[in-house]
């Protein structure tokens, strides 16, 4: 995967709660959200310790957005980066197991 701009990640951890909200939407197993959203909790926390900023969704897309291009290192981005992955991942096996139970 190419490296993605701080402006594309900011946006993609903006999206999370949305994309959760819509991925327990139905016969979701009520074990699989909570597991889904305590692993997406915790990329945003491990992110936002990255870039200084309180571990929620908006402070740290806030802090993506105004850290300017030039004080990030590619291995800070690469990070912030895996997080959203992560994150994004737990979301879409949520996703996929309430696809299974239809």
Do not use: C, N
Request: aromatic share 2%.
């Amino acid at each position: 995967m190419s490296q993605s701009t701080p402006d594309d990640l900011a946006i993609s951890f903006r999206s999370l709660p949305r994309r959760l909200r819509e991925a327990s939407i139905g016969d979701v197993d009520p074990t699989d959200a909570t597991h889904a959203s305590r692993l997406v909790d915790e990329a945003v926390a491990a992110a936002a310790l990255i870039v200084g900023s309180s571990p929620t969704v908006e402070s740290l897309a806030l802090a993506i957005q105004q850290r300017p291009l030039t004080e990030w290192t590619d291995a800070q981005l690469a990070t912030v980066q895996g997080y959203a992955t992560a994150a994004g991942t737990a979301i879409r096996v949520l996703h996929d197991k309430a696809d299974g139970l239809h």
